[in-house]
Nanobody, 124 residues
Framework: QVQLVESGGGLVQAGGSLRLSCAAS????????LAWFRQAPGKEREWLAA????????NYADSVRGRFTISRDNALNTLYLRMISLKPEDTAVYYC?????????????????WGQGTQVTVSS
């Protein structure tokens, strides 16, 4: 089992920045890929970014490419999402997720482990 705990969410003004963290514990391994998703009220879950174990492969959704940066520190077992130029439409609950095949894909149903989420609210 892998446990994931997100943190770093909060209230930020439009145009501001925020860094989310996801602490991983349990049976982590070099084969695991990690990803960030978000879900806004009344909206479907949206994939944002994914990264493989080494960080050599990073994939982004078109909606956040150029504004969000995914990274990981394996020594700390932590995944990060650096967000800049935030917009009110970025308001959502943000989740981290882990899959065991190691491919940083965008399909949420293929991720086995999920965190509880952290709220990000962007005010105008």
């Amino acid at each position: 089992q892998v446990q994931l705990v997100e943190s770093g969410g909060g209230l930020v003004q439009a145009g501001g920045s925020l860094r989310l963290s996801c602490a991983a514990s349990g049976r982590t391994s070099s084969s695991n890929a990690l990803a960030w998703f978000r879900q806004a009220p009344g909206k479907e879950r949206e994939w944002l970014a994914a990264i493989n174990w080494s960080g050599s492969i990073r994939n982004y959704a078109d909606s956040v490419r150029g504004r969000f940066t995914i990274s990981r520190d394996n020594a700390l077992n932590t995944l990060y999402l650096r967000m800049i130029s935030l917009k009110p439409e970025d308001t959502a609950v943000y989740y981290c997720a882990c899959n065991e095949m190691g491919v940083p894909h965008s399909v949420g149903t293929l991720y086995k482990y999920w965190g509880q989420g952290t709220q990000v609210t962007v005010s105008s």
